[in-house]
């Protein structure tokens, strides 16, 4: 069916995938159609690139035949690349830093999950940390955690130093250079960027910490859905596409397709959102009608000033929110409001209120 338009999804082949490619994007053992229209979207990355190699479309066009389906949109040519990538293909290993040779803590899966249960060693804000890491797909740079989630490079650098330092204290395990202080090799190995806009280090989760996540996440469901929150748009009541405004809608889409991320205040009648939260902002109003953004949040709310429904500047309550996704609604399908609606019938997604909390099975 439409096999011009849609991939075929498994769970194992795009988590596969993922791990190969480094990709932020981390499938999870849950079902949820998030799953399937983020690892789409990655898909989608892929048939891009491989449209663009000329070598590809040749070698295609030699070896199909009248009999065959010609593949005009290459995604089956896609989803036979995710097949060998996820099966046979194996890169050259990354030298990431320091080697087992050179140090290795020696915390099985099961030493990291007994530690990841200690509410004195992982306390919120170390769990956080590691939960976001993991969540972009098992490494990042400071940078990278701090353009997406908010905050500064330095401090998420200082909370895994702390952790680790708690780690050392409870395991008596030595860190790799006691002279030098390194603390960071107990959670993670790590190599320089190679795209220093990106950050100028790189870290990724030991695999046996990495391991013990996943069974602590799925042990522990409430643990894996940060609070989500739904945020309202309504073209009629605000104009978002003024030319004149330098983070208007055009501009917005522009920075973040290019892979950066906007800052905006919102309008949120909620008082319990922390910053780091999940947001969505759900298109209401003219049609198309569902979510096309989505981002965190990045402070608590606070008093501010925002135009009503009439057009008049009124004092309310408000968050600052970082958007790192983006679906343009004139020129892409959104999560609709109707499939929102059948899928999850509990929740609700047509509040006047912007700024309710998106119930846990429909975060996940």
């Known amino acids: 069916m439409y096999p011009d338009k849609y991939y075929i999804y498994k769970y194992e082949l795009y988590k596969a995938v993922s791990d190969e490619l480094d990709d932020t994007y981390t499938p999870k053992r849950n079902g949820?159609?998030?799953?399937m229209i983020d690892g789409f979207k990655m898909y989608d990355e892929i048939c891009g690139a491989l449209k663009a190699d000329n070598d590809i479309r040749h070698m295609l066009h030699e070896t199909v035949t009248d009999k065959c389906y010609s593949d005009p949109e290459l995604?089956?040519?896609t989803i036979d690349f995710g097949f060998y990538l996820a099966r046979y293909y194996k890169k050259t290993p990354d030298k990431w830093f320091p080697p087992l040779d050179?140090?290795?803590?020696?915390?099985?899966?099961?030493?990291w999950l007994n530690l990841l249960n200690d509410k004195n060693v992982f306390d919120e804000k170390s769990f956080n940390v590691i939960k976001l890491i993991y969540d972009m797909g098992g490494n990042a740079t400071c940078k990278e955690l701090s353009v997406k989630y908010g905050d500064t490079p330095q401090h998420y650098n200082s909370i895994a130093t702390s952790l680790a330092k708690r780690i050392i204290k409870v395991t008596k395990l030595p860190n790799y250079n006691v002279n030098e202080s390194k603390y960071w090799p107990i959670l993670?190995?790590?190599?320089p960027e190679e795209n220093k806009e990106s950050g100028t280090y790189r870290?990724?989760?030991?695999d046996e910490l990495k391991s013990a996540l996943e069974i602590f996440l799925n042990e522990n469901p409430t643990e894996n859905i940060p609070a989500t929150w739904l945020?309202?748009?309504?073209?009629?009541?605000?104009?978002?596409?003024?030319p004149n405004e330098e983070y208007n809608y055009k501009n917005t889409v522009q920075i973040v397709k290019n892979g950066g991320a906007v800052f905006f205040s919102w309008r949120c009648h909620s008082n319990q959102v922390k910053a780091g939260d999940r947001v969505f902002i759900i298109k209401l109003g003219p049609v198309p009608r569902g979510i096309f953004a989505t981002g965190y949040a990045a402070s608590e709310p606070y008093k501010g000033t925002y135009t009503d429904d009439n057009g008049q500047n009124v004092n309310g309550r408000m968050i600052d929110i970082c958007i790192t996704g983006f679906l343009d609604y004139h020129t892409e399908e959104l999560i609709s409001q109707d499939m929102l609606k059948e899928k999850f019938p509990n929740q609700q997604w047509s509040s006047q209120g912007s700024g309710i909390s998106i119930k846990s099975?429909?975060?996940?």
Do not use: H, I, M
């Open 203 to 206: 870290w990724k989760l030991r």
């Open 102 to 111: 050179k140090y290795d803590p020696g915390l099985t899966a099961d030493d």
């Open 188 to 191: 993670f190995v790590g190599k």
């Open 75 to 77: 995604k089956t040519v």
């Open 361 to 364: 099975d429909a975060a996940r």
């Open 231 to 242: 945020l309202n748009y309504n073209p009629n009541k605000w104009d978002w596409e003024k």
């Open 32 to 35: 949820s159609v998030q799953n």
